[in-house]
């Protein structure tokens, strides 16, 4: 998935050769800068790229003022003394843009795209906050021990691109910027006007940029204006998705609706070869459309705060209007301005939220079982898959600011690291998530592709591990007991997972011993660390590290400070696992803007006898698919 940046955030770049491509919504002009170790302009050499000049070393920039460009960047030609690369966006002169917005501030919000030739999204940056300025240092490319990294900036700045040249240690910065628009102004006849929005876009925005438009604004940190219009969903980049598993047709996707029309929420409204590929890709475009707009309101609602205080130490600053009539009304004048601001933020909200709202309500009936809740209708009509799905279902994610609002937290499959259940809060509640999570990678199987094993050294277990019992047919054998039983378990599948790996180094990775059971394992660990010698403990945190490559998934059970004697010898062990809890918790953190998400765990609503009909019939199908 993209990393989606905040200014000062940075990202390592995967490879030397990139595309920088910028979606405006206006006609801006793209510049390029290669500057030294303190980011200034190098003297020496050619050190800017622009329309009059396109060509640097290791980069090309389009001649034209346009709304939306490509950046050619190849990081591997740069030569020895260049480690930044700045991008630098600005405004074109007023004869190169007539009715144009005057700034930023007037303008959509500028986004930055960096991505590898074929298109690959590698990071992306919308620059919002902006005000009365007219050029933009918008992101950098810099070197650090030999590896490349993109870092957001979104530095405005109000005097244009005079004033950020000059900030960039530019001789004669006015005459240089007045070349550049100069430029620009030759070129006007071949400019490209902003995109038209097409026809069943989110927000009309153009096909693979930000919305095109500021919906609604209001002054920002920067003097300019915060941006609340509803974010743009951008689809991760997934592998193709396999051919559904019924053998049909893919299901076309859903038509666009009329030009100018309300978005109507569709399912599957999403991009994908198949309805289950549309629907993952839907619900996490869902989870970063929440993302971004709780981070709109929460940076409008801390910015009216921050300048009502400003307002209020300027009047108390000032003896004339510390007290009497003046003050109060002054006082009460500033409230009522940050009441607005927050009223205003609030309304943008609440009209993403009810967007948001509507779309669930299309979407949850239509997911399959593997990301449908245990409370799904698609459970009652669940059959044993003949083929992986694309990813399984661990729990919910909400915020505050709407905890109705719940989405899907999907695990693509097979599992890349283990699960730790925290069992600090609630022994029994933790087992019984670890049973349900369990029962549903049982359950997203092809009957003989997933085998699962438990280790419960005192048997406190059992009570828990019941419904893994569907109707006296076993889905898992019985549960390690004892020092003896955990070691001997331990040690069967550390060697498993040594087998494999030194197959896949020989390159005979397809010539295991006759009859190796090549299905995905998982093995269920209770009571840690109890039963757990020091040689147990060091092939659990093998199994952490190691085996998910292999096909071995831990699903530990856990209280941290019960293992605290460990040391830091566990800590490598927790950070390799997902923790999730049996009970509520906001733990979990997006990588776009940081939030901490409510995690609730899927779990079988009381008294349903879901869960032991799905693993009946799980444990009916094994005959006919494997032992």
Same mark, same amino acid.
């Given at each position: 998935?993209?990393?989606e ?13 990139? $595309? ?17 170790e ?5 003297a020496?050499?050619?050190?800017l ?6 060509h640097?070393?290791?980069? $090309?920039v ?38 144009a917005? #005057? ?6 919000t500028?986004?930055?795209?960096v ?7 590698v990071?992306?940056? &919308? @620059? ?22 993109? %870092? ?19 001789p004669? #910065?006015a ?6 628009h100069? +430029?620009?102004?030759?070129?006007? +006849?071949r ?39 509803h ?6 980049q997934?592998?193709p ?6 053998g049909g ?6 038509? #666009? ?17 198949s ?17 971004r ?36 009304a ?39 079982p ?6 799904n ?23 505050p600011e709407?905890p ?12 890349? %690291?283990?699960?730790w259940?925290?069992? +600090? ?11 349900? @999570?369990?029962?549903?990678?049982l359950?997203? *199987? ?17 009570a ?19 020092v ?24 005979v ?10 299905a995905e394992?998982?093995? @269920? ?5 109890y ?7 060091n092939?659990?945190r093998y199994l952490?590290?190691?085996?998910? &490559?292999?096909?071995? *998934? ?8 019960? #293992? ?23 733990h ?6 940081? *939030? ?10 009381p ?6 009909d ?14």
């Open positions: 998935m993209t990393a940046l905040v200014r000062g955030q940075n990202h390592p770049l995967p490879d030397n050769r990139l $595309e920088i491509r910028v979606t405006a919504g206006t006609p801006v002009v793209a510049a390029v800068t290669l500057g030294d303190a980011g200034r302009v190098i020496d050499r050619p050190w790229a622009h329309p009059g000049e396109p640097l070393e290791g980069v $090309e389009p001649r034209q003022a346009a709304a939306e460009h490509r950046l050619a960047v190849d990081l591997g030609a740069m030569p020895p003394s260049v480690h930044v690369v700045h991008v630098l966006l600005a405004l074109p002169g007023a004869a190169a843009r007539p009715g917005p #005057a700034d930023f501030g007037a303008a959509p500028p986004r930055l795209a991505t590898l030739p074929d298109g690959t999204a990071a992306g940056f &919308s @620059i919002t906050g902006l005000g009365p300025e007219t050029a933009l240092l918008a992101v950098e490319l810099y070197r650090r021990q030999a590896a490349w990294k993109v %870092r957001a900036v979104g530095q405005g700045y109000q005097g244009g691109l005079p004033a950020l040249l000059l900030d960039q240690g530019v004669d #910065a005459g240089v910027a007045g070349a550049v100069a +430029a620009v102004d030759r070129e006007q +006849a400019s490209v006007a902003p995109p038209p929005p097409a026809a069943g876009q989110r927000g009309g925005a153009p096909a693979g940029g930000p919305a095109s438009g500021a919906s609604g604004t209001s002054p920002g940190p920067s003097g300019g204006k915060v941006d609340y219009s974010p743009r969903r951008r689809a991760p997934q592998p998705a396999a051919p559904p598993r019924n047709q893919v299901p076309p996707p859903p038509p #666009a609706p009329p030009a100018g029309a309300p978005h109507v929420p569709v399912a599957g409204d999403a991009p994908g070869r309805m289950e590929e549309r629907l993952y890709n839907q619900v996490w475009g869902m989870f970063e459309d929440l993302a707009s709780v981070a709109a309101y929460r940076s409008a609602t801390d910015f009216a705060q921050s300048r009502f205080e400003q307002e209020l130490d300027r009047l108390l600053a000032d003896p004339r209007t510390r007290g009497g009539p003046a003050a109060e002054a006082r009460e004048e500033a409230q009522a301005r940050q009441a607005a601001l927050v009223d205003q933020a609030r309304q943008v909200l609440d009209r993403d939220l009810a967007q948001l709202a509507a779309e669930a309500e299309v979407v949850d009936p239509a997911l399959p593997e990301f449908a809740g245990w409370e209708p698609a459970w009652h009509a669940y059959r044993v898959p003949a083929q992986l799905p694309l990813a399984v279902r661990l729990g919910s994610l909400s915020l709407v109705d609002l719940r989405i899907p937290l999907l695990s693509r499959l097979p599992l890349e %690291r283990g699960l259940i925290d069992s +600090a809060e609630h022994r029994r509640a933790a087992m019984d998530t670890a049973v349900s @999570i369990a029962a549903r990678l359950a997203s *199987h092809p009957v003989g592709s997933f085998a699962v094993h438990a280790l419960d050294p005192a048997g406190s277990g059992a828990a591990f019941a419904p893994l019992y569907a109707g006296g047919a076993l889905v898992l054998p019985p549960p390690a007991g004892g003896a039983g955990v070691s001997g378990l331990l040690t069967r599948l550390t060697e498993r997972v040594d087998l494999i790996q030194m197959a896949r180094r020989g390159g990775a397809d010539e295991l011993p006759p009859g190796f059971d090549t394992q998982l093995l @269920i660990v209770n009571e840690f660390p039963g757990f010698d020091d040689r147990s403990v092939q659990l952490a590290d190691e085996g998910p &490559s292999a096909g071995v *998934h831990l699903l530990v059970v856990a209280d941290r400070e019960d #293992a605290a004697a460990y040391g830091p010898v566990l800590d490598p062990l927790w950070r390799s696992l997902l923790r999730l809890t049996p009970l509520p918790s906001d979990l953190c997006d990588p776009w803007v940081g *939030h901490a998400w409510t995690y609730e765990p899927a779990m079988v609503p008294g349903s006898r879901v869960l032991t799905v693993l009946g019939r799980v444990a009916a199908a094994r005959p006919a698919y494997g032992p």
